[in-house]
C-alpha cells in the first residue's frame, strides 16, 4: 500500500486549510507507524494454532466470560450478542489487527459529531470502516434530549462509536474464530467458576434482591421455578446482571412488575 492510498485512508475530513501544524505531524506519524506495522504483519504471520490457544485461555476466565455478552430490550423483544469487550480481546489474541474509533468532525451549532469506526487486518490488507454521524441527543422516553455538557456528549458519541467497532472488528475475524470464543465463553459462564449450583443461586438471589428483584420476577422471566433451575438459567442471570450494571438496560425492563389479577387476589382472600 502506497503513502498516498494510506494518507487518504487516515486523514480527517476537514479541510487542509483548517489543519494545525500538530495535527499534520500527527498525520504524517500515524501514516509512518501503520506503514511500518503493514511491513511487520507481513514479515510476522500469525500463528493460527497459538491465537486459538490464546483466545480458549482468555474466554476461560469468569473474569472475560462476564464481560463478553451485552443484553437490552427494544421494540418488546430481547437483543444480545458478543460485547466489544470481547471482539477487543479477539482482535488481540488473533494478531496483526488494527482498530479505532476517531471524531473526525464535530459541529456544536448543528449538534453532530461525525465519527470512524475501523478494524485493519494488517496481514491479509481485509479492512472494514464506516463513517457515521452521531446526534448530540440522548434518547428519552418523553422524546429525545439535547447534549450540551461535553462529558455528556463525549459518553454518548464512544457509546456510538464503540457499537460500530464491535461490528468492524466481527467483520475482519473469521466467523469460526468468534464462534468458537462465544461458546468458550458461555461454557465458563455456565461453570460459574466451579460454585457448586445452589451457592451460585443463592448468589444470584442475592445480587437480584439488592436491585429489589423478588424471586417470583425472576422465576417469571426464566419461565421456571427456582427448583427447576439450571447452569443456564443461573448464567443468563449473570448476564442479565452484567448489562443492567454496565447501563445497558434497566431492572423494569428486565423485570417488569407481577401483576396479580382480582381472580387471583379473591382466591387469595378466600
Known amino acids: ?40 504483519a507481513q514479515q510476522h504471520p500469525r500463528n493460527i494454532q497459538f491465537a486459538v490457544t ?22 418488546g423483544s430481547t437483543v444480545s450478542g458478543p460485547t466489544v469487550g470481547l471482539m ?15 471524531e473526525l468532525r464535530r459541529d456544536d451549532e448543528a449538534g453532530i459529531s461525525e465519527m470512524q469506526a475501523f478494524a485493519w487486518d494488517l496481514q491479509t ?30 459518553e454518548n458519541t464512544a457509546n456510538n462509536g464503540a457499537r460500530r467497532l464491535r461490528e468492524a472488528i466481527r467483520s475482519v475475524l473469521p466467523p469460526w474464530f468468534v464462534e468458537e470464543a462465544i461458546e468458550a465463553c458461555n461454557r465458563t459462564l455456565k461453570d460459574g467458576g466451579g460454585k457448586p449450583l445452589p451457592q451460585r443461586i443463592a448468589d444470584a438471589l442475592k445480587a437480584f434482591g439488592g436491585r429489589g428483584v423478588t424471586l417470583a420476577q425472576i422465576e417469571t422471566k426464566l419461565g421456571r421455578l427456582q427448583k427447576d433451575w439450571n447452569e443456564h438459567d443461573v448464567a443468563q442471570l449473570g448476564v442479565i446482571f ?29
Do not use: W
Not at 485461555?57 to 455478552?69: I, T, V, Y
Open 1 to 40: 500500500m502506497t503513502t498516498d492510498s494510506l494518507q487518504r485512508l487516515m486523514a480527517p475530513s476537514a479541510p487542509p486549510a483548517q489543519l494545525g501544524q500538530a495535527t499534520a505531524v500527527e498525520q504524517s506519524r500515524a501514516v509512518a507507524e501503520v506503514q511500518a506495522m503493514v511491513v511487520v
Open 54 to 75: 490464546e483466545m480458549r485461555q482468555s474466554c476461560g476466565l469468569d473474569a472475560m466470560a462476564e464481560r463478553a455478552f451485552y443484553r437490552y430490550s427494544r421494540g
Open 88 to 102: 477487543r480481546e479477539l482482535a488481540r489474541c488473533f494478531g496483526n489487527i488494527t482498530y479505532g474509533i476517531a
Open 125 to 154: 490488507n481485509t479492512r472494514a470502516a464506516q463513517i457515521f454521524v452521531v446526534p448530540h441527543m440522548r434518547d428519552k422516553r418523553g422524546g429525545p434530549e439535547k447534549l450540551v455538557d461535553l462529558r455528556d456528549i463525549y
Open 242 to 270: 452484567k448489562s443492567i450494571d454496565r447501563g445497558e438496560v434497566t431492572v423494569a425492563e428486565e423485570f417488569p412488575p407481577v401483576r396479580v389479577t382480582a381472580d387471583e387476589l379473591t382466591a387469595s382472600a378466600q
